[in-house]
């Protein structure tokens, strides 16, 4: 397998696991008094935006390592958001917490096949039009 199509199984996979902790936590805050509070409202609002942009990231990613990577990016950090959101607004929730729990240990249970920072390098480098093999990793 390519390490480009390894980086997306790997977001996908991080998507999958905020998308489970959205799902969580509508539906534990659903039919409850917070749910008519502004704060819930807001805090499902950017979880469910977060998600829809992973999902149409990771739907139209070309299959090169630094695209691929420019996703990862993203839906690493927003993944964590969401999760971060759903064991905020279950905190008092003891069901709740706990399979937010299991999904923050998902989150964190498979590193990623292409560390961070190379990542980071190889997406910066193609924004910046710097061939990554004809240079060094960093001066």
Do not use: N
């Not at 489970?20 to 469910?48: L, N």
């Not at 096949?113 to 910066?124: I, K, M, S, T």
Request: charged share 25%.
């Amino acid at each position: 397998m390519s390490d480009s199509i390894a980086v997306l199984r790997h977001a996908t996979a991080q998507a999958a696991v905020a998308r489970e902790a959205y799902a969580v936590t509508v539906r534990h805050v659903t039919g409850r008094p917070a749910a008519r509070q502004p704060g819930p409202q807001f805090a499902v609002a950017g979880m469910r935006g977060a998600l829809d942009t992973m999902t149409a990231l990771l739907d139209r990613t070309p299959d090169t390592l630094a695209a691929a990577c420019t996703t990862a990016i993203f839906v690493d950090d927003a993944a964590e958001r969401v999760v971060t959101a759903a064991e905020r607004l279950l905190a008092a929730d003891a069901e709740g917490a706990a399979r937010l729990a299991e999904l923050r240990r998902e989150l964190r249970a498979t590193p990623p096949p292409v560390p961070d920072d190379r990542c980071h390098e190889l997406a910066g480098k193609a924004a910046l039009g710097i061939d990554p093999d004809a240079t060094p990793r960093w001066l």
